[in-house]
C-alpha cells in the first residue's frame, strides 16, 4: 500500500541532509478497505465501479501507447523538447525548462513504450534526460543561493546541497 523513498540526491545533487517521501496509493487503500482484488472493482458508488469509469480510458490509453503512437512525431518531439529545455537553462529560465524535461521524459516512455529504442539507445536517451534534470537542478540552486536561500530558517546553512 506504501511506498517509501529516500533522495540522496536531486538533479545530481547532492542532498544534505537526505530526505524521504511516503507515498500512499489511494486505489490499493480503497482495495484493502473493500476487500477487493482488482481495482476495477472497487465502488465508486453505490450503482457504479471504478471500471465503470475509467476502464475504457486505460484501454485506449494503452492501446495508443503500446500501439498506435506516432514513433516519427515522438522521437521530433523528443529532440524539439530537449532543445528548448537547453535554451531555456540559457535564459535562467530553469522552471519552464524543467517542464520541457519532463517532457523528454514523456517523450522517451512513449517511444520505449512502442519499444522504438534499442537497448544501447536507451542508455543514451536516459543520460539525456538526466543531463537536463542536472541543469536545472544546478540553475535553481544557483537562483536560490542567489537569492540567500530565503526559505530556509538557519540562514547560515548552505542550501541543500551537501559540501
Known sequence: ???FTYFQQAGGIDLSPVSGELTYGAERICMYLQG???VYDLKWNKEMKYGDIHLATEQQHS???FESADV???QKLFDMYEAESLRLVEEGLVLPAYDYCLKCSHAFNMLDARGAISVAERTGFIGRVRNLARKCAEGYLAGREEL???LLK???KKGVASE
Open 148 to 150: 540567500g536561500f530565503p
Open 36 to 38: 477487493v482484488d482488482n
Open 154 to 156: 538557519d540562514k547560515n
Open 63 to 65: 492501446k495508443y501507447n
Open 1 to 3: 500500500i506504501t511506498q
Open 72 to 74: 516519427e512525431m515522438f
